[in-house]
């Protein structure tokens, strides 16, 4: 049985102090519950720390929203993914569609990310998705699958079953649309199929493969319902506790 995971993309939200609040409010509302599911937070990088400090991670596992691509040096304004671990983060997310949009992160940067994510211990969460008008001409399968291939198809089998995949449409972040469960099947299928003809069948198997994309309490239940959908990467529905909680307790 793959991991079940749920996990929160804050994007640039929450002060300091909110970001602390909202970090304890959800570890005690999980305390007592058993969930079905490894819940994960990806606060901003200035939160990480202290939120770190607060958290159980028996409870709550800690993620950032993204990394450097260099060990370390002369890269202003970058935060490596050896500090990310010296601070109590176990994950990173990586390749999200907003960071190749508005930062031009291109495949080689990506794989280089996930590589030194990889080298620190961090768990990459990689993103890939594809652009409304990929989807309309029909090369939506084939777009997703060269992301792959830029970016994570290269690594060892040992460093790729180390790897969770996000599947997040363009199309569906902050828009209020979300992926047919019969679209996220099917893409969340075909990720799978690609990996296992590069990885094989049981590393294919073992990997968490999340969608994402406007994913909330009303349609998570009947998302996670499928086969290859693993669990969700939450993004404006995971900045309250009374909205993110039902998505956590969407597995049955
Ligand atoms: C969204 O749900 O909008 C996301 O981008 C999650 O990463």
Redesign the pocket.
Known sequence: MRTKIVAG?WKMNKTLAEGVALCKELQEALKDKKTLCKVIVAPPFLHLASVASVLDKGIIALSAQNCADQESGAYTGEVSAAMLSSAGVSHVIIG?SERRAYYHEDGAMLARKVKVALGHGLTPIFCVGELLEDRDKEQHFSVVEKQLNESVLSLSSEEFSRVIIAY?PVWA??TGRTATPQQAQDMHAHIRKTISNKYGTEIANNCSILY????NASNAKELFANPDVDGG????ASLEVAKFLPIIEAFE
């Not at 994402?212 to 994913?215: D, I």
């Not at 990467?233 to 404006?236: K, S, T």
């Open positions: 993309n999200h997040e972040i902050g994402g994309g406007s994913c990467l939450i993004g404006g």
